[in-house]
Each structure stands twice: as C-alpha cells, then as structure tokens.
C-alpha cells in the first residue's frame, strides 16, 4: 500500500525540480540564449501533439474556421511559440525592471478601467489566457492598481507554493481558490480595499460556470467575475491581450454595468465572452487554451 504514496511522491518532488531547474536556467542565461531555447522547446511539444497540443487545435479551429488542416497546424506551431514566449517572459519577470515592465505594455481603451479605479471601491478585470496575463498583472501594480487574484492549487504542493511566491515578487496578492476557505469573501475583501482583481474566466474549473456562447459555441466560463461585481458594486471590465513585436497589448472593454436578477450573471458573463471572441478572432494565435473550454468537448 506504500507503493503508490512513494511513487507519487517521487513524481511530485521530479516535477518540482524540472519546474526549479528550468526556472533557474531561464532567469540566469543571456535572454537571446532562453528565447532560442523556448522557441525549441515550443516546437519539440508540437510535433509530439500530445494530447494538449490536440486540444489546443481543436479550439483553434473554433477561433479560425475558415483555415484548412494545414493552417491549422501552422497557427497551433505559433500559437505555441506564443505560450512558450508567455512562459520565457514569465520566468524572467521578476529580474526586469519597474521601468521595462511599463514600457513593455501597450493599451486601448484603458480609461473606463482607470477612471473607475479612481473612484475608490477596486475594480474587476475578465481575462482569458492570452499572451502574459502575469506581466499585465506586473503593469498594473506598477501603475498605482495593486492586484489580486486568484490561483488553483497545483500538485505538488511545493510547485504551487512557487507560484505564489513568484506572484507575490510581483506585487500581487494571490488567493487559493480551494483550502484556505471562500475566495469570493476574500476577492470580496480585497476589492473593498481597493485592489484590482484580476480574474481568468476563459476556462471554468469549479464544475459549476456559466454556460455561454463563445466563438460562436457553447461554452462554460467561470461566472466570478460578474458575480463579484454584482456583490461589491465595483467595475468591471473584460480584456484581451496580444503581443505586439516586443510590446504586450491590453485592449480593455468599456465597463460591463451590473445586471440584477436571476440571469444577471449569465448575462454579464455573455458580455464577457463577446469580448474575449472578438479579441480571439483577431489574435488567436496569442490564445493559449490547451484544455476543454466548449461544451462538445466537455462530454
């Protein structure tokens, strides 16, 4: 009976190191050298096409439906460049400066965000796994909007425990979604303090989202956000992000009003997903969705 705890205990302490070790060569080699390296990387897992890169395509295509199988392929190879680069920066972030992590992001639309910050009661921002959802994290708190967000326990335990402090590098406050009591009271805490909350809602891992259309689709995204703004009152706004050459782009909705009633949620969440489809559209190769999001693939 002692057989499967070791074993799983072996793996845990395997992958932990892996993520160490690679976190460790990333930060320290020249970035010339870690970009090479991740394009490599990227490249090797899509060739495999294991079962994430197979996801991936298949919601790839929801996002391009016009493209054939060839092009497909083609966009799922950049697309997981796009990811790999997410991860090269994301290792890294913590060695850049103040100065670079600014003058690396680009926005649109940023003023509904802002002036409703201003006003003193935090904010809520929708986002989908886009490009470097971290560094627009980084941006923010570095722009006068101190972050808080959510983060799923991984396994092992150690390999979380990583993450938090990384994020915690960064200036953001990070809320377990699970052990550590309700994380809407405590999203619901840091918004009445003034933070901004930055949600990922493109993927619903409760088994309890919101059923909407995406890209044309039924899918369930996680209904948080909405529900945290019709709670607390605070603005909310949906975004996407994309790289430009060197540069993070955000492209922020205007404010998503709260909607009361039985639907209300659902109904924000909708507004939500047209977001995040329109910004998909136009950048999917940026999207990094490896697991089931539409409800055809979640049966």
Not at 103 to 124: C, K, M, S, W, Y
């Amino acid at each position: 009976m002692a057989t499967r705890p070791r074993a799983a205990a072996t793996r845990d302490r395997l992958i932990d190191q892996t993520f160490a070790s690679g976190w460790a060569l990333t930060r320290h080699v020249p970035e010339p050298v870690a970009e090479r390296l991740m394009e490599s990387a990227a490249d090797r897992v899509r060739r495999r096409r294991g079962v994430g890169v197979q996801q991936l395509e298949a919601n790839l295509r929801r996002a391009a439906p016009s493209l054939d199988e060839v092009a497909v392929r083609d966009l799922s190879q950049r697309a997981m460049r796009s990811y790999f680069r997410y991860w090269q920066e994301a290792l890294r972030l913590p060695s850049w400066s103040d100065q670079r992590i600014v003058d690396t992001v680009v926005t649109a639309n940023e003023a509904p965000l802002r002036n409703g910050f201003n006003q003193g009661r935090g904010a809520i921002i929708a986002l989908p796994h886009m490009a470097n959802w971290d560094l627009a994290g980084a941006w923010a708190c570095r722009t006068g909007m101190p972050v808080a967000t959510v983060a799923e326990r991984l396994q092992p335990t150690a390999l979380y425990e990583r993450f938090v402090t990384y994020r915690e590098e960064l200036g953001m406050q990070v809320i377990a979604l699970t052990g550590d009591g309700n994380p809407l009271s405590k999203l619901r805490d840091s918004v009445r303090a003034g933070r901004l909350i930055c949600l990922l809602t493109d993927r619903d891992i409760t088994r309890s989202g919101v059923e909407v259309e995406l890209l044309g689709e039924s899918a369930k995204l996680a209904g948080g956000a909405a529900a945290l703004a019709r709670l607390t009152g605070a603005p909310l706004v949906a975004l996407t992000l994309s790289y430009r050459g060197p540069l993070l782009r955000l492209h922020f909705s205007d404010l998503i009003a709260p909607v009361s009633g039985r639907g209300g949620v659902a109904t924000m969440t909708q507004q939500i997903a047209d977001w995040f489809s329109e910004g998909i559209r136009q950048t999917p190769v940026d999207w990094h969705m490896m697991q089931p999001v539409f409800t055809a693939d979640l049966t």
